[in-house]
């Protein structure tokens, strides 16, 4: 099982060369969430899920030994001044962390990062944190252990940048690179089969509605097909 929290820096077996599988939660309906959860399930493989809110489907997903929860904090509302949704860092974190008390590892919507988040994740017993993309596959991925103890791992490919436009993000070019390779992705965007952010955006009043998203999917080269092509990797691989 490779589960992010299991990653040593010192230790390169716990990460050289293999290849990890994370699921952002992003308030997605039940339904969404078990779509993503059946294909790791069905192909035998371990993920992370980072949590955002209570779900019957997560609490089942925690249960499944072959699996791992994390938190997927927000602090958005806080960067744009959301004053009717904006909470203090501490109580985000006390939030997530009652509904998941034995998370250890951690990935904040949109990436929000500081060094007051960092801190207020050990105090709450976080021991990973999945905050840095580095999506260059010139660079050679490696975790390292922050200035508090925290073990920093950095993304390796993310499955809505993938369906940027300007962006040449194809997956085989990922799968030849040495080091840590870890591949996000987003239920919602499983679900839709998103190959550009347009249709998840026309899309949004239907988000937690699976039955009428389902006539919005699409059915070419999109996130699921990408996500098949990760576990195919994976089960090739061992990784």
Not at 174 to 182: A, E, P, Q
Not at 186 to 193: A, C, K, Q, R, T
Request: charge should be negative.
């Amino acid at each position: 099982m490779n589960f992010l929290k299991d990653i040593a820096p010192e230790d390169v077996s716990t990460w050289q060369n293999k290849s990890f599988i994370e699921f952002d939660v992003d308030w997605a309906s039940e339904e969404i969430i078990e779509y993503s959860y059946n294909i790791i399930k069905e192909a035998g493989i371990s993920a992370t899920w980072f949590s955002t809110h209570d779900s019957g489907v997560v609490r089942r997903i925690e249960r499944d030994k072959s699996q791992d929860i994390g938190i997927h904090p927000n602090f958005v509302p806080n960067l744009i001044c959301d004053m009717e949704r904006q909470k203090p860092i501490k109580q985000v974190f006390s939030e997530l962390m009652n509904l998941y008390p034995r998370a250890k590892v951690m990935k904040s919507h949109s990436l929000v990062d500081s060094t007051i988040i960092q801190q207020t994740a050990k105090d709450f017993g976080i021991t990973h944190d999945n905050n840095i993309f580095i999506p260059d596959p010139k660079v050679e991925l490696n975790p390292w252990r922050s200035y508090n103890g925290i073990i920093r791992l950095p993304l390796r490919w993310e499955d809505d940048t993938a369906c940027l436009p300007s962006v040449n993000y194809e997956l085989d070019r990922f799968f030849s690179v040495s080091g840590l390779k870890i591949f996000g992705f987003h239920p919602i965007h499983v679900f839709l089969n998103t190959e550009n952010l347009n249709r998840y955006e026309e899309t949004r009043k239907f988000h937690q509605c699976s039955e009428k998203l389902r006539h919005y999917r699409f059915e070419g080269n999109g996130t699921e097909t990408r996500l098949k092509k990760v576990v195919e990797y994976i089960l090739e691989n061992n990784g």
